[in-house]
């Protein structure tokens, strides 16, 4: 057996992403070199990238347990850890690396990444600064460096780095999306005519092809041109639901368990808060004015906002989930012992925020699965509930592509609607239960009476009237690390309101599906 043409073999398995064979063939030969740190390394990627996050840790700790010098192992194993929260644990292991080799590009990048995940937005940048100095024309960094810019609004920046990376080579499509999301278009702008032709090249990748046509998507609605529109909608659409291959029956188990395992739980029962600092939960479908919501309420100067987080989800994951099922019997255990290190995690987390105010906002939109959780662990908190149109929601789905595995759902159109119809089901559940706790933000009402639902927003969470909450877009803290960071640095505009009339034509099945 020739060793190096075997881990050719899984490299190659890997770039195809044959995730499982790959693992397979790993195991094989570690069975036969049980000694060999790289393949303990190549197994562990193989389990990461195929989202099996717990064993890549395992496969990564082997690695470094053979050959303590394995920095790559150590850098992997940091990156796996960040995945499920260990931010603590991961940045340390970051900083043993660039203490062994300061040079270290992909430790440096990856750390940068961590920062950026938990706002510290200022050494995020430094970070991919000092990479940069070491590899000026490296892609991978240089975008990440625009993705941190664009989401503190420094759009400048973004559009000059942005420049540099089509420069550098003009087929990264990636950078095509991020510019066409900064560029308000019309249909004899320079850029839409470059992407046009960009797109027509017969070698393009499946990847490629989705970020350049969802970008040109983007510009000819811009320039309200919907057929054309549409047409490279739907290229991208179904390019991105052929590789991510999502079946919608997991996610119709999930929340079935969810209603079974909340059926009869007294939500009186309540633990003790761990900190006295409060939550306030902005969740619902998204792209229903989340972000929005949060800007407006982050602009207070009791609140900090936090953005899209991710701690609750790791912890139902962590704690009362076994094969993307809730487990009815652990949430019926006492909810005054074990359970309890659910709350004390989340703020724990949360302390690497650095948060000096009475107020924190949690938007991650699907934190509407978890609101049983919430009622329970996080009596103090305040749950927000955005609504909007559904086919207005529905259509902006469609109109975008996401960087989170969990919104895998969103490149079909019975898939969109039928995770609509999911969570209609669900909250309903959940207003049976505890509703009178729930505050229900109509994102048409708050486009079109800003002031007074403002208001009404502010007197829910006890916060006192503040000018710059009305001004929002003037005065925004909170960085914006999802798609809709064009539009919240905006004043409140009503145009997005019944966009869907638009696409009827296009679109009518998804929304002749929906409840």
């Known amino acids: 057996m020739n060793l190096i043409d075997e881990i050719n073999k899984v490299h190659n398995q890997i770039k195809a992403k044959n995730f499982k064979e790959a693992i397979e063939r790993c195991n094989k030969l570690i069975k036969k070199f049980p000694n060999n740190s790289y393949l303990c390394n190549l197994a562990g990627l193989a389990c990461q990238q195929s989202q099996n996050i717990k064993a890549s840790i395992n496969y990564f700790q082997r690695s470094i347990e053979i050959d303590s010098k394995n920095l790559s192992a150590k850098n992997n194993l940091a990156n796996s850890l960040k995945v499920i929260g260990k931010f603590d644990i991961s940045e340390k292991i970051y900083l043993e690396i660039l203490k062994d080799d300061p040079n270290h590009v992909k430790c440096l990048n990856n750390y940068g990444n961590l920062k950026q995940q938990i706002n510290d937005y200022e050494q995020s940048i430094k970070l991919y600064k000092k990479a940069l100095n070491i590899e000026p024309n490296n892609i991978v960094i240089l975008m990440s460096l625009a993705g941190s810019y664009h989401s503190i609004g420094k759009i400048d920046e973004t559009t000059k780095i942005v420049d540099t990376i089509l420069k550098i080579n003009p087929l990264i499509m990636s950078a095509h999306k991020l510019k066409s999301s900064i560029i308000q ?26 970020d350049i046509n969802f970008a040109i998507g983007k ?30 029956n997991d996610q119709k188990k999930l929340f079935n368990s969810l209603k079974d395992s909340f059926d009869n739980i007294n939500f009186n029962n309540q633990v003790e808060n761990y900190d006295p600092t409060k939550i306030i939960f902005i969740c619902g479908m998204p792209r229903s004015g989340t972000t929005l919501v949060e800007q407006i309420i982050a602009s207070h100067t009791r609140v900090t906002g936090a953005g899209e987080l991710v701690y609750l989800q790791q912890s139902v994951r962590n704690n009362f989930m076994s094969k993307d099922i809730i487990k009815k019997n652990l949430v019926h255990e006492d909810i005054h012992a074990e359970r309890a290190k659910m709350s004390k995690d989340y703020f724990d987390l949360l302390k690497l925020h650095n948060i ?27 749950i927000i509930h955005c609504k909007r149109n559904p086919r207005d929601i529905c259509l902006s789905l469609y109109k975008n592509s996401f960087a989170s595995q969990d919104m895998n759902w969103s490149y079909s159109e019975t898939n969109i609607a039928a995770y609509y119809n999911l969570y209609s089901d669900l909250m309903n559940f959940w207003n049976e239960k505890f509703g009178n706790e729930i505050y229900e933000m109509s994102y048409e009402k708050l486009v079109s009476h800003k002031k007074l639902e403002t208001e009404n927003l502010l007197s829910f969470l006890e916060l006192d009237h503040e000018e710059t909450c009305f001004e929002h877009h003037k005065n925004v803290k909170t960085p914006i690390k999802t798609v809709s960071v064009s539009q919240a640095r905006k004043p409140i505009y009503s145009s997005s309101v019944n966009k869907n009339e638009f696409y009827k034509n296009n679109l009518n099945h998804m929304f002749s599906l929906l409840e």
């Open 219 to 248: 510009a000819h609605e811009d320039s309200n041109n919907y057929e054309e529109a549409f047409k490279s909608l739907k290229i991208a659409n179904n390019l991105k639901n052929k590789i991510v291959k999502f079946d919608i």
């Open 185 to 210: 278009y019309n249909e004899n702008h320079s850029h839409l005519s470059e992407m046009i032709n960009l797109s027509k090249k017969k070698d393009l990748s499946d990847e490629q092809n989705i």
């Open 356 to 382: 000096n105010t009475d107020f924190i906002t949690d938007k991650a939109p699907q934190n509407f699965r978890w609101l049983g959780f919430i009622r329970i662990f996080f009596p103090g908190s305040k």
